[in-house]
Structure formats: C-alpha cells, structure tokens
C-alpha cells in the first residue's frame, strides 16, 4: 500500500489529508502534529480569552480521533525535524526518541512561526505569543494567576484582537508599535480610527516606538517593556511580533518572501530551478502565494488560503495516484481581511500605497465618508473608506474600510472587483442591492470608485 505522509495537522494539512483519504481511500495517510490538536481555529483565539466563545473544544473542528474513525493516522506529539527527498524519509521526534517514517508522496503543512526578535529578556516568564490553543490557554493561565497589567508588543491582527480581550476581562492595556499607527497594514488615515477606537475604550496606544528589550524581576518574570522612550510596567506581555514560514524542512524547495516554500498551482513544491520537486506538495501558512495584483510572491498567512490550499494540494495528489481530478488549482489571492476592535471594523483588500510604490505602479488614492446604512435611517453609523486606483488602466489596486457595525463586510464587494480586474467605472455602475435598512443608494465602495474616478480625470 502506498503512504502518504502530512506534516502539519491543522487547516492546511488535514484538509489535503482528507480530501486525499475521501478520493482515494485505500492510500494509508499518516499526519505528524507536533502539538496535541487538530483542525483548529487560532484565529478564534482571541475571543476565547475575551470570553466571548468557549473554548478551547469549541475551537477544534476536528479532533484526532475523529480523524483517525475516517481512516486517517494521526500521530500527536511528533515534531518533523529532517526530511530527505532522496530516500523519501521523514526524520521526526516524539517521547520514545528520534524517529523515521518513509514516504511514497509527501504534504508539507508546518505553518508558520512567531517571530521573537533577539532582545534582552524576551525568553522571561510572561512573554507569552499567541498562536495556537496552548498559548491561548496560557495566556488565561497567567490572567488567572493576577496578571493586571498587559502590554501589547505589536498592533497587527492578532495584536488588537489581543489588547480588545484583555480590556474584555479588566485589564489595564497598553499598546506598543514601532510605526506611526496601529494595525500598519493599512493606511494612516484608517489606523487613525483604529487609535482612536483603542483610546476610547481604556487602551493606551503608544507609537512610532520601537522595543528594545523586557525588564525582569527576581522571579524571572517580565516586569516591564523597554523602549527606545520609555518603560511600561507589566505582569504579561502579549508578543505580537508577527510571523514567518516554517519552511526550513525542505532544503531542496525555492524558497520566496520570508523563506516561504515556492509551489506552483496545484501546491506541488518546485525547486529553485523551477522544476517540479517529485511527489512533494506545500500548503498552509509555510508557502508563498501569488498575487493576483502585482503577480509577485508575497506571504499571506490566513486561514482561508490554508483550507483552500489544502484542497488543492489533496486533490492534486489524489490526482498523482489515478484519481479523477476536476482541474482544481489555486489562482492567488488580493490580501482580503478583515478584524475588529470593539465596535469598530477593520477590512481592507488588494494594494496599500506603499506596496503599490514597490511594485512600481502609477496610482491615485482617495477617502470618503458614508454610513453603514441610509445616512437618515435609525442607526446608521459613520465609516470611512480609503481607495487606490492605477492611471492609465483606471483598474482598482485597493480598498480599506473602517466603521460601525455592518462596515466590514462591504470589503467583500470590493475584493470581488479586484479579484475580477474592474476598473473603478465598471465598479461605480455594478448592479449592487440597495434599501435603507441595508445601504445608501450608492454603496459605499461606488461612491469611493466615483472619488477615485474624479482623481484619475483631473
């Protein structure tokens, strides 16, 4: 029988393990998980420890052993360390010591790492990142323990999402970054708000700092974050540093941004000559993703291009065994996301100026203000929309938003017209519902397409 064996046992590795299991079932399948947990929702972490969802176990859409009743061998607590393309073996660690598992075809899912800068102090108790259920547990660990003040290093996605949960449970909240607003993946005029937002709501927001170390105490426990202004006291600190691919198992793969393993687009890994790496697949958080925008690389680490991912990369090699396959590939994706702070929503798609600036394109912005429904209609909330847009072409390259409840989601309107390479004209006549209850007669995002169409006329 042949074997097939997954690194990685959460979004990215057990969907391919199990498309895989379901197209061809009489291919054994063993996933080595480092950790004790599959198919869960980091990203849902956060609001575990807000409290606002139960967890962990409400977390895990799958367990192992759900898994293993389908026929799948998940084997828990068993960290790859080495893998030989040469003789098709897998080196890896578990209680009982080192050992090898042969391959006949290989998935690499190892995700990705929270980067911890070398800084003085940084390995003291209650430096805690945030990446999976055990930090999340950890995290109320130390909450229970009497942690009261906490100090977020880092105001991306995970680093807001963290200060809006320790505010939930009482905390005293400061918040550090190195650039000049939070959440730096969007443009300053949306970090504003989201400032704003976090100094409304108890949070002191210290930027344009940068952390140059952790004071600690007799105990070994973190006392207070160092920066190059000043000192803030802590009893926990949320390291929100970012991440970066684990991608240093397959030394013979091309390696893209950040060392992220290069696939092409059925997931199969290539090597740095372009050529396809025999019967190796990559998914997850630990590979490059194409642009659709730029048509360059870029890391981009979701959840939903994980799961999406790994479909392709199971049915890609059921394929390689004689499986019917539909043709499934994965064509890129235009940075769409999308978060909250408190009351305020947070979501952008596509180019910020400054990535558009790299990839050398001639763009125009523009920002409007609307309301999240009819602006005279009972509850209608104020948001703010921030576009761009490249000359000559007139395509759209991005959009963010930034408001009340139901602000959000109009990103998804907007990553479709990016998705589909509409140029802002095409948007502002595009066929989109209205009623009072739901929009203003223009959608928000045709009356930013109208702004930037105004600016590329002048």
């Known amino acids: 029988m042949s074997r097939v064996v997954v690194i990685g046992g959460d979004a990215a590795g057990m969907t391919a393990a199990s498309a895989l299991n379901r197209l061809v079932p009489d291919v054994e399948v063993v996933v080595l998980e480092r950790g004790h947990h599959t198919s869960y929702s980091a990203c849902g972490v956060p609001y575990w420890v807000a409290g606002e969802v139960d967890g962990p176990d409400a977390l895990v859409a799958r367990t192992p052993e759900e898994h293993r009743e389908r026929g799948i061998d998940v084997r ?70 009497g942690a009261r003040r906490v100090v977020v290093v880092g105001s991306g996605y995970i680093g807001i999402e963290m200060a809006e949960a320790c505010l939930a449970r009482g905390l005293e909240v400061t918040v550090v970054e190195r650039e000049s607003t939070p959440l730096p993946i969007v443009e300053d005029e949306i970090g504003e708000l989201v400032a704003d937002a976090m100094r409304e709501k108890g949070a002191q927001v210290v930027t344009g700092a940068a952390v140059t170390g952790f004071g600690v105490g007799e105990d070994g426990a973190v006392t ?45 890994v290539l090597r740095p000559d372009g050529s396809v790496l025999a019967d190796v697949w990559a998914a997850g958080d630990c590979v490059v993703t194409l642009d659709r925008l730029t048509r360059t690389s870029i890391h981009l680490p979701l959840g939903t291009h994980a799961n999406k991912q790994g479909m392709v990369a199971g049915e890609s090699l059921a394929a390689s065994f004689g499986a019917d396959w539909s043709g499934r590939v994965f064509p890129g994706a235009v940075q769409t996301a999308i978060t909250k702070f408190c009351d305020l929503e947070i979501a952008r798609a596509g180019l910020g100026r400054a990535q558009a600036d790299d990839a050398g394109l001639d763009v125009v912005s523009a920002s409007v203000e609307s309301t999240t429904v009819a602006g005279y209609y009972p509850g209608a909330e104020p948001m703010t929309l921030w576009g761009l847009a490249e000359r000559g072409t007139r395509r759209l390259l991005g959009v963010q938003v930034a408001g009340g409840r139901g602000a959000g989601a109009r990103i998804d309107v907007a990553a479709m017209a990016l998705w589909s390479q509409m140029s802002v004209d095409e948007l ?29 006329d002048q």
């Not at 070398?118 to 130390?142: C, F, H, Y």
């Open 76 to 145: 828990l607590g068993c960290e790859a360390t080495a893998v030989d393309t040469d003789t098709r073996t897998v080196t890896y660690r578990d209680l009982a010591g080192e050992q090898d598992v042969t391959y006949d075809r290989l998935v690499v899912a190892t995700g990705a790492r929270s980067i911890l800068p070398d800084l003085p102090g940084i390995d003291a108790g209650n430096v805690q990142t945030v990446k999976d259920l055990v930090d999340g547990q950890q995290v109320l660990d130390r909450i229970r323990a």
């Open 224 to 268: 207070s974050v160092r920066t190059d202004e000043d000192d803030y006291p802590a009893d926990l600190v949320v390291a929100a540093f970012g991440v970066a691919p684990r991608g240093d198992l397959l030394t013979t793969a091309a390696s893209g941004p950040k060392d992220g393993i290069v696939t092409d687009d059925q997931q199969r």
């Open 428 to 456: 502002v006549m595009t066929d989109l519902s209205y009623a009072p209850p739901f929009s203003s007669v223009w959608s928000p995002v045709q009356v930013l397409a109208r702004a930037l169409a105004k600016r590329l």
